[in-house]
C-alpha cells in the first residue's frame, strides 16, 4: 500500500503516521527527516539543504525527487509506504505518479488530515508551552506564517489529488483512536473503489 500523508502543523501527523507506519508494517518516509539527517552528517545533500530549510524555503523539485526516488527503489519499499512531507508541490506530485509508474506501482490514496486553523493555533501554542526546548519554528509568533505556508503550498497538490479521486480527507479532530478509525476507514474506502 503507498500513501501519501498531508496534514498542517499541529495537526496530530506524526502521532498518526507512528500508528499508521506500525499497523500496516510499511516504512515511513519523512522527507523533512531525511533532510534534517543530511544535515548533521553534513552530506552534500545537506549542506545544499540546511540552508533553505533555516530560511523556512523548499528545496528544489529536482533534488528532492531524486532523494525520493532513491529511497522508494530500496527494498523495504517493494510492498509498500507512507510518504510524508512529499509531495508538497505539483511538479513532485506528478513525478512521483511516474516514478511509481516506471516501478509498476501506484498511490493507493492521499490522506488529508484536516483540522480547523483555530484548533490548530490552539494546539501550537499549547504545545510550545509544554517544550523544554522549542525549535525555532516553534515561537508563536511563526505560527500564522507557518500555517499560511502551508496553506499556499498545499492547496494545489491537494486539488491535485482531488481531481484525480485519489484524496481521502480525514477529520483530525477528537481522540487518537477516534481519528485512527476514520483514516482506517478512509483506507478501506479509497481501496474498495479501485
Ligand atoms: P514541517 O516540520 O514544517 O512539517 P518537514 O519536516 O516536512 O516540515 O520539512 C522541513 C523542511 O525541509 C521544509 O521546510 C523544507 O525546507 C524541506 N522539505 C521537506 N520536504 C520537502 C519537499 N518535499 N520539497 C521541498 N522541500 C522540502
Given amino acids: 500500500m503507498f500513501l501519501v500523508f498531508i496534514g498542517p502543523p499541529g495537526a496530530g501527523k506524526g502521532t498518526q503516521a507512528q500508528r499508521l507506519i506500525d499497523y ?6 519523512s522527507t523533512g527527516d531525511m533532510l534534517r539527517e543530511a544535515v548533521k552528517q553534513g552530506t552534500e545533500l545537506g549542506k545544499k539543504a540546511g540552508p533553505i530549510m533555516a530560511a523556512s524555503q ?10 525520493v526516488r532513491e529511497r522508494l527503489a530500496e527494498a523495504d519499499c517493494t510492498k509498500g509506504c507512507l ?16 516514478l511509481f509508474a516506471h516501478m509498476n506501482r501506484s498511490l493507493t490514496a492521499a490522506l488529508e488530515l484536516r483540522v480547523p486553523e483555530a484548533e490548530l493555533i490552539r494546539r501550537l501554542l499549547g504545545r510550545f508551552q509544554e517544550m523544554a526546548k522549542p525549535r525555532a519554528d516553534d515561537r508563536p509568533e511563526a505560527v500564522p506564517k507557518r500555517l499560511e505556508t502551508y496553506r499556499n503550498e498545499t492547496r494545489p497538490v491537494l486539488d491535485f489529488y482531488r481531481l484525480t479521486d485519489r484524496l481521502a480527507a480525514i477529520d ?16 478501506d474506502q479509497q481501496t474498495s473503489q479501485k
Fill in 58 to 67: 523548499l528545496v528544489g523539485d529536482d533534488l528532492m525527487i531524486g532523494i
Fill in 24 to 29: 500496516l508494517e510499511i516504512p515511513h518516509l
Fill in 172 to 187: 483530525g479532530v477528537g481522540s487518537q483512536d477516534e481519528v485512527f478509525d476514520r483514516i482506517l476507514r478512509a483506507i
Fill in 83 to 98: 510518504l510524508d512531507g512529499f509531495p508538497r508541490t505539483i511538479a513532485q506530485a506528478k513525478a512521483l505518479d511516474k
